[in-house]
Every structure is written in structure tokens, then in C-alpha cells.
């Protein structure tokens, strides 16, 4: 189960650390997606994000795929779990900067108020994770951490319910939310009513085996 870890204090890096620091990074890269060094001091790199969604999204119809609820040109369906991807970005990337391009990259039309980015790392046979504020830059986090996911990793996530900025939905998309639940309670009720009539049925069996005269 995650627990919550206090946020780290960022530490600033002179430039030749920042290169013996993407050195490092490099030779311990086993996937070849390394970090580049600018002559300008800026360095780019790429980070994995693990997109983690319990709510649907909001993408243009023309690009939708599973489980949908349609709404004129827009459709709001479920991303896959465990969906992972990958991102190019540059040292002065910031967290929302990163929300929004994930967003892009998925068409989703979703304010990108409604996600937060999380970092989690794995200690002691914990696993802890931290939201990331919007001004942290997620690359630097990436460098510093090295290039191995146990050691960290970025997670999507929607902001936790009482933190939910409902007034970032559009009418259609909670509309097409509301059609998405209602299917799936009229589903999981069918599922239910079909478990206890099976059931019934076994126990008037097992009743009418007692009573049956020998």
C-alpha cells in the first residue's frame, strides 16, 4: 500500500555537476534513452509515466477506443490499466508543462487541472509516494534518482476526491460520466441478481432433496 512521504528539498546543481550527474545516468542506462547535455546548461531526457485513472477521460470521438459514452464530437472513456508513456522533455519542463503534454498526446480533451503527477519510490520494502507540485521539474527528479524505475517512478493520477475541481467538467462530460456509471451499476445488478437466483436454486434443490420422501 502507498504512504505518503514528506516532499524533498530541491537541491541546485552547479553545471559540472549536472554533467558528471548525466555521465552517470548514462552508463547506467539499459534501455537507450539517455539524457543530452546543451551547451546553454538546459539538458533533455525522457521519463516514464504510469497513467493510473479510476475516471474516465474526454477525447475527441474520432480517436476513442473501449468503453464509451458518446457526447456530440467528444466520447469519455477509460484508459487501460498500467498504461505507461513515454516522454520526451527538457530540464526546464515543468510538472503541469508534463500533465499537459501527456494530455496532448493522448487527445484528451480534459482540463488538465483535474491530474496531479505523483513520484513513487520504493524503500524498505515500502512503497512511498509524493505529489509533485506543479512548479517541480520531473527530469531533474529523473537525474538525480537515476535511470531505474524501482528507484522512481511518475505516476497520472486524478486529484483525490475532496480535492476535485468540479467546476473544470463541462455539462457533457459529466453527463457522459453519469451514462458510464449507470451502465456498469445496471451490469454489476444483473451480475448480482443472476449470483443469488443461482443460489436460491441450489438451496431449493438442497430443500426439496431433504424433504423427499424415502
Known sequence: KDVQKEREPHVYLSKEEVKEK??????????????TLN???IYTGFIKVQMELCRPITVQSSQSQGK???????TAFYLPDGCVNTLHIS???TVREVIEALLKKFFVADNP???ALYK?????????????????HPLYLRLVAGPRTEMLSFVLREHETGEVM?????IP??????RILDKEENEQLQILKKRYAAYRDKLEEALGGVWKPG
Do not use: P
Not at 68 to 74: G, Q, T, V, Y
Not at 166 to 170: C, K, L
Open 91 to 93: 530540464s526546464t519542463n
Open 166 to 170: 468540479w467546476e473544470a467538467f463541462s
Open 68 to 74: 464509451c459514452a458518446h457526447s456530440n464530437n467528444e
Open 113 to 115: 487541472a483535474k491530474f
Open 120 to 136: 513513487r519510490c520504493h524503500k524498505e520494502d515500502q512503497v512511498y509516494t509524493c505529489k509533485l507540485s506543479d512548479r517541480e
Open 173 to 178: 462530460e459529466l453527463q457522459n460520466f453519469l
Open 22 to 35: 548525466i555521465q552517470s545516468y548514462n552508463s547506467s542506462v539499459t534501455d537507450k534513452l539517455k539524457m
Open 39 to 41: 551547451a546553454n546548461g
